[in-house]
């Protein structure tokens, strides 16, 4: 589940108005713990992404995490991880609604992982999404060429979900992603993140 400053050709495109008319309980969903906020279809910012509302989807992510910035500890794991995705998805909403110049700080100071396999292979979709914000073609090729070879977790194919059923998981995962922002490397991140083959939600 997510380092953008800049000078950019569309850095300085007219950032997406905050405008949304969505009927949405602003408060209610700051309320929330960071499952149901974060993680969970149809609560939290979600509903303003898929209204296309990215800026008010980004602003409330920054909300969230000031209102809620002892609910996570950084010595746990699993918080550690959660809060780490709070800021990427923070800075992919404001990406999505063009403003590169407040997304790119965040994403360059998103947590690197170790150099196992899962966490190299993070970090090299970092590296990529900052190559394609920053213009920089050769590096995001790089990070393509190096995300492909990296070699599958030992017991990745044996993952469970929640339910303790066993769940399918890509690999390397965010190829797809990297390989759509240099197939769509002329539009906005919001057109190239989508440049990919993604299933119909059921």
Partial sequence: MLTLL???????????PSDCSLDYDREAELARDVVAFDQTEGQGWRPLYDAECYIDAAELLRDWQSQHEDDLDPTDPRDRSLAKILLWH?????????????????????????????????NLYVDGTLAFLNRDKAALEAAITGLAKEPKPAGW??????????????????????????????KSY???YLCRDIPART
Avoid: Y
């Fill in 90 to 122: 923070e800075a992919q909403m404001w990406a999505f609604g063009h403003r590169n110049d407040l997304a790119l700080p965040i994403f360059e100071k998103i947590d690197r992982e170790g150099r196992a396999a899962s966490g190299n292979a993070w």
């Fill in 157 to 186: 194919d044996d993952a469970v979900g929640a339910d303790g059923q066993p769940i399918s998981l890509p690999w390397p995962q965010n190829l797809d992603v990297l390989e759509g922002l240099l197939r769509c490397w002329d």
């Fill in 6 to 16: 800049m000078t950019l050709a569309f850095a300085a495109a007219e950032p997406v």
């Fill in 190 to 192: 919001a057109v190239a």
